[in-house]
C-alpha cells in the first residue's frame, strides 16, 4: 500500500483563462478501486494526463507507484495479438496472459491472429489483459465499456472486480456498483473522495444537496429578515444621530440634561446597526459555501408528431445479408406508437442492420418489411466523426431551431463559452450530447438511437430517462447500459 498525493493542484489550458482545477488537493489509496465520475468537459481525462505528467501545472502530485494508461495505443494492428501485447509489456509470460484471457473469457487463440480482425470487444479485453500484467503500477482506465455489449459488460465488471490499484472512468452505473471501492467525483468546484460504491455516493449526493436546497431557502428568508431590520436600525440610529449633533427644537431649558442621554442612544443604537450588518455579511458569506456543487439537471421536453396509424414499422421474417455473409436472420417485431423499444444482441448480431435498414438504406434483405414513406424518423448514429463547425452553422445545416437547440444543451450543462468553440473539439460526450440535442428538435413521429449513451455522463443520462418516461415518445434504440434500458423499454428486442 502507497499513497498518491496531489497537493495544490491548479492547471488551465494553454489560452485558457478558465481554471480546469484550482488549488485540488486529496489523498489517494493504491489498494482502492476508484471510480471516477463527473459531468461532460469536466476534466477526468485531462486529470489523468496530469497523472502521467503530459501537462505542466502548478502544485504537486507524488506517487511511489508509476501510473499506466488504458486504452493503449495500438500503432500497427495488423500484427498477431501476442505481438501487440509484448509491445505492451515486453516481459510478459505466457501463463500468465493466457489466465488474464480465460476471466475475461477469451479463447486463447486469438494471440495468433491479427489484432485487427478481433471485434472491438476482444481488443478491449485483451488490453486489459495486458494492462493488468503490470502489477506494480496504478491503472488509470479510461472508458473501457464504450465497445462493449451487455454480457461483456458484465464480463469485465467481475473482472475488474477481482483486482485492486485502479481509477476507472465510467458512466454505466451497474458497471460501478459491481467492481469499486471508492468514488472520485469532480464536482463543480472541487473534487472528493467517498467510500462506496456508485449508488451509496450518489444517494449521499442527493441528501446532501437537499439539505443545502433547504439551507438555502431558510438563508434566503434570514438574509431579507435582517435586511429589513438593518434598516430600520439604521433609519432608528441616524434620526438619533441627528438629534445628538443638530439643533432640536424639542429640546428646552427643562429637558436640555437629555443631551447626553440622546448620545448613549445613538450609540447603542449605531452599534445595534453595525452588529445586525456583520450578522447580514456573515449569512450571506454562508449561502455563498451553499449550492457550490449542486448539479443543474432541469427537466428536457420532446415534441413528438403523431401518425396517422399505430403501426409505424413492421419486421416479419427478415435476414439482412452483406455479400455472402448474414449479418442477422429471422427477424420478427413490429413498432407501433407509445412503444420505447431496446434492441439487445450481442457485437456483431445485426442491431446497426436492422437500424439502418428502418432508416432507409439500401441493404439487401429478405424476408416482409413495411415502412410508410410518410414516416419521419430522427436518427442519432454511434459514429460523431462528421461533427464540426459551430453550433449556429450546425442548426442551420439541419433546419433545427437554434435556441431550442442551445437551450437544451444549456440543460444538458453545456456553458456559454463552449457554444463558441468548434464542435470537433468538443469532448466525445459533448458531441453526444449535440446529437442528442439535434434530435430533440427534430419534428418526427419516430426517434431512433444507437448507442447514444456512449461517453455521456451519469446525470445527463439520468434527465434522458426522465425526459423519456415523462413524455413517452415512440423511440427504438440500442444502449448496453443495463440500468437505462431496464428503466426505459416497454419492449425488448433479442438478436
Known sequence: ???INVTNLTFAYDGSYDNIFENVSFQIDTDWKLGFTGRNGRGKTTFLNLLLGKYEYSGSISSKAPFE??????????NNTIDVIE???PNYVLWEVMRELSLLEVDEDVLYRPFSTLSNGEQTKVMLAALFLKENSFLLIDEPTNH?????RKVVSDYLRTKHGFILVSHDRAFLDNCIDHVLSINKTDIEIQKGDFSSWWANKEL???YELAENDKLKKDIKRLSEAAKRTADWSNKAEAKKIGFDPAITEKNIGRRPYQGAKAKKMMSRSKSIQERQQSAIEDKSKLLKNIESS??????QLSFHTDRLVELENVSVFYGDKTACHDVTFTIEQGDRIALTGKNGSGKSSIIKLICGEDINYTGTFRKSNQLRISYVSQNTAHLYGNLKEYATANEIDESLFK???RKLDFSRIQFEKDISDFSGGQKKKVLIAKSLCDKAHLHIWDEPLNF???ISRMQIEDLLLEHQPTIFFVEHDIEFCNNIATKIVQL
Not at 432541469?298 to 415534441?303: A, D, G, N
Request: negative net charge.
Open 87 to 89: 509491445e505492451i509489456f
Open 69 to 78: 494508461y488504458f486504452p493503449y495505443e495500438v500503432k500497427n494492428k495488423e
Open 407 to 409: 437551450a437544451i444543451l
Open 298 to 303: 432541469e427537466k428536457l421536453k420532446i415534441s
Open 148 to 152: 462493449l455489449d451487455i454480457d461483456a
Open 1 to 3: 500500500m502507497s499513497l
Open 208 to 210: 446532501q444537496d437537499s
Open 456 to 458: 455521456i455522463d451519469v
